[in-house]
Nanobody, 125 residues
Framework: QVQLVESGGASVQAGGSLRLSCLTSGFTTTNYCLAWFRQAPGNEREVVAT???????TYSDSVKGRFTISRDYAKAHLDLQMNNLKPEDTAMYYC???????????????????WGQGTQVTVSA
């Protein structure tokens, strides 16, 4: 059974950095798209970054140039390095996995089958 466990959330000041980590386990295939989503109170869940099996990454416009998604196969986790944080980055951050043919990333959040419990990031001005 696939399990995703996030960690690394914290309260920081604007301009600071955080590194989120998602420990992954239970994968029986490498054909997965992995992603980070976030949801702020009163807002819809939005995709932050995705990484497909081949290493192709995508980012939302709001985080492009500031966030980096990466996968450490040896340590079995998916990371999100967040630099130059802004108050509008405040949200609960979720790691998610989407099994797909060839491990490509397609569709939206409703296509992701597995989710972690989330880790809170709070950025103060």
């Amino acid at each position: 059974q696939v399990q995703l466990v996030e960690s690394g959330g914290a309260s920081v000041q604007a301009g600071g950095s955080l590194r989120l980590s998602c420990l992954t386990s239970g994968f029986t295939t490498t054909n997965y798209c992995l992603a980070w989503f976030r949801q702020a109170p009163g807002n819809e869940r939005e995709v932050v970054a995705t990484r497909d099996k081949g290493g192709l990454t995508t980012y939302s416009d709001s985080v492009k140039g500031r966030f980096t998604i990466s996968r450490d196969y040896a340590k079995a986790h998916l990371d999100l390095q967040m630099n130059n944080l802004k108050p509008e980055d405040t949200a609960m951050y979720y790691c998610a996995a989407q099994p797909t043919v060839g491990g490509i990333c397609i569709g939206g959040d409703r296509d992701f089958l597995y989710w972690g419990q989330g880790t809170q990031v709070t950025v103060s001005a």
